[in-house]
């Protein structure tokens, strides 16, 4: 981060003269927390100061006297001692699973979720695959999905999406694999499909 940048910020909080400064030192040595550590989020709140001459510290007196911080999961090897203080206490208990087990899950509203990688499918009702565009080939991926179904002996729907190379091919063969997956001609399509899906399940 440039001393500009400090400034404009410090500037853009209303500090002015001497405490404009002060307070960008404390913007730089908190840009500096956030590379340093991989954070994801250096929340702070409140950013405070304090009366002229009525307490002073190194730092000035602007102060951080609450922070909120989030981490980069995929940085924690570099960071063992600060990943190391993490509590699964006040987290959704699914997300601590996912996190025993080196998974990446968003819990969202309702009855969908976002689950990186594999885990537990027992509560999934609809699975909705959506491929759009690129150098894939979406026969291919049309091949992998049935591989997969019939590996794994899923019985649950799967709604899928494709758009790109040898779509209709694509369709084809997911149309006539006799499982339970559903072809969809647009994103809107597929969510529609996908939601019918749960609700009848």
């Known amino acids: 981060m440039l001393p500009e940048q400090q400034s404009r910020i410090a500037k853009s909080l209303q500090f002015d003269g001497k405490k404009t400064q002060l307070a960008a030192e404390q913007i730089k040595r908190l840009y500096d927390l956030f590379i340093g550590v991989d954070a994801t ?4 709140n409140p950013f405070v100061e304090t009366a002229d001459g009525l307490r002073w510290s190194l730092l000035g007196f602007s102060y951080c006297v609450d922070a909120k911080l989030n981490f980069d999961d995929s940085a924690a090897f570099r960071h063992p001692d600060i990943f190391q203080m993490e509590s699964l206490d006040n987290i959704d208990p699914r997300e601590a699973q996912a996190k025993a087990n080196n998974l990446n899950y968003i819990p969202l509203e309702g009855n969908i979720g976002c689950l990186g990688l594999e885990g537990e499918v027992l509560l999934v009702k609809a699975i909705l695959v959506n491929i759009f565009g690129g150098i894939v080939n979406c026969a291919t991926v049309a091949k992998g999905l049935i591989a997969a179904f019939n590996k794994t002996g899923l ?37 529609k499909r996908a939601a019918a899906c749960v609700s009848s399940s």
């Open 41 to 44: 989020q250096v929340e702070i």
């Open 155 to 191: 019985k649950i729907p799967m709604v899928v999406r494709l758009e790109g190379t040898n779509v209709k091919a694509a369709q084809e063969l997911l149309q006539n694999s006799n499982l339970p997956i559903i072809a969809a001609d647009s994103f809107e399509d597929a969510a």
